[in-house]
Every structure is written in structure tokens, then in C-alpha cells.
């Protein structure tokens, strides 16, 4: 079955130590997107790439970076940089077509807290 | 600025109807995606309106007003499995998703 997986779903973090996120997907989609999810918030876009080799800054990428060198293949990097990086992080991907047909479908998502 | 907004939780009773509601403010306008997300899970996909009226699949239905920036979520005949959040997101003319923060719904016998 097609989908997205992320790994690991659950990850605990010392201060001042980066950890990478793994998002693989086997839908043949061009598009990928990283979010991140906290309690009374809307989603918020830290990267997204819509073609491999290339991606741009969402609306909070600071503290974070990201490589598009596979097109099933999109890491994410919190690096020690990001202040406040507890939180539920998720991956997605779609298709590229400019239109509503841009469904975007989610990984199970990956849990990182801080110690 | 761009905005979605929405309840913070709602409750209801299994097998009855609830609707639950959204406005929105986007720069340009591309359409309203309605997603659901059980507790610690990936959002999935429920409805997208690009055009004002009501969109039914099933138990649920959506409907759009974009004269007034409002659409709806209509949940019939409610199931315990329905407890959930619902992620109201517009989609800007750059096709940029703004999400809202969702809302609660909490389903009693």
C-alpha cells in the first residue's frame, strides 16, 4: 500500500543536540512538506519541496534544515538553534497540479520532547 | 493578515447531528479542505469546496459560502469513532494551506 512513514514516532532530545527526522513516501508524489503541530495552534509550515534537489523556507524554519535528494526521501533537521523544538512534527506530501486536487496525505507523525 | 478560525471543542451526543463551523481570511482563494485527526495521529482527509453549496459524501457534508469567508462541517448520525479533531484550512492564491488550530469534538453516549 502507498503511503507516507516517518520515523522515529517517538524521540527524546538533550539540549543542544540536533536529531533528524526520516519521511519516505511511496506515492510518487513531487511535492513534500514538513509541519509541526503544538496544542492550541494551527499547523505551521517549516520546509517544502515541490521538486527534488530544491525546497523553500515555510513560515518557521528557523532553527531547522531539511535535504530533497531523493524524491521519495524528505529529512528534517532540528538543529540546536530551535529554542522551543517540543513538539508533534508531521510529514505530508501531494501532487504538484495547481488546483484543490493538492490533497495533502500525513505521515503518523513523530513526537519530540525536549529533556 | 490571513486567519481561520474555529471552535475550540464542541460536544455532542452519539447518533446525533453537529456542525461545526469556520471562517476564514485568506489573500486570494483557492479553496477550504475540512481534515480529521484522532489523538496523536495523522490528519486524513475529509472534503474540499472550491464552489459556494453543500458537498455531501456519507455521514458527512461541507458546505461554502465564499461571499461570506465561512464554510461548515456537517457530522449525521454520530458515532462514538467520530471523537476527534477537525482541521479547517484555507488555500491562499499562492496555494499556500492556512490552517485553523481545530476543533475538539467529543462525542458521549
Known amino acids: 500500500d502507498g503511503g507516507i512513514t516517518q520515523s522515529p514516532k517517538y524521540l527524546f532530545r538533550k539540549e543542544g543536540q540536533n536529531v533528524t527526522l526520516s519521511c519516505e513516501q511511496n506515492?510518487?508524489?513531487?511535492?513534500m512538506y514538513w509541519y509541526r503541530q503544538d496544542p492550541g495552534q494551527g499547523l505551521r509550515l517549516i520546509y517544502y519541496?515541490?521538486?527534488?534537489?530544491?525546497?523553500q523556507k515555510g513560515d518557521i524554519a528557523e532553527g531547522y534544515s531539511v535535504s530533497r535528494e531523493k524524491k521519495e526521501s524528505f529529512p528534517l533537521t532540528v538543529t540546536s538553534a530551535q529554542k522551543n523544538p517540543t513538539a508533534f512534527y508531521l510529514c505530508?506530501?501531494?501532487?504538484?497540479?495547481?488546483?484543490?486536487?493538492?490533497?495533502?496525505?500525513f505521515g503518523a507523525g513523530s513526537r519530540l520532547t525536549v529533556l | 493578515g490571513q486567519n481561520i478560525d474555529q471552535p475550540t471543542e464542541m460536544t455532542a451526543t452519539e447518533g446525533a447531528i453537529v456542525q461545526i463551523n469556520c471562517t476564514y481570511q485568506?489573500?486570494?482563494?483557492?479553496?477550504l479542505f475540512w481534515y480529521q485527526q484522532h489523538a496523536g495521529e495523522a490528519p486524513t482527509f475529509l472534503s474540499y469546496?472550491?464552489l459556494d453549496g453543500l458537498e455531501e459524501k456519507g455521514r458527512f457534508s461541507s458546505f461554502l459560502s465564499r461571499s461570506k469567508g465561512y464554510s461548515y462541517l456537517l457530522l449525521k448520525e454520530l458515532q462514538m469513532k467520530d471523537s476527534a479533531s477537525y482541521l479547517c484550512?484555507?488555500?491562499?492564491?499562492?496555494?499556500?494551506?492556512?490552517w485553523g488550530a481545530g476543533t475538539k469534538l467529543i462525542i458521549k453516549p
Open positions: 519541496s515541490q521538486i527534488v534537489n530544491d525546497f
Open positions: 484550512a484555507g488555500m491562499d492564491s499562492n496555494y499556500q494551506l492556512i
Open positions: 485568506t489573500s486570494g482563494f483557492n479553496g
Open positions: 505530508a506530501s501531494s501532487g504538484t497540479g495547481l488546483s484543490g486536487a493538492n490533497v495533502l496525505t
Open positions: 469546496n472550491v
Open positions: 506515492l510518487n508524489h513531487d511535492a
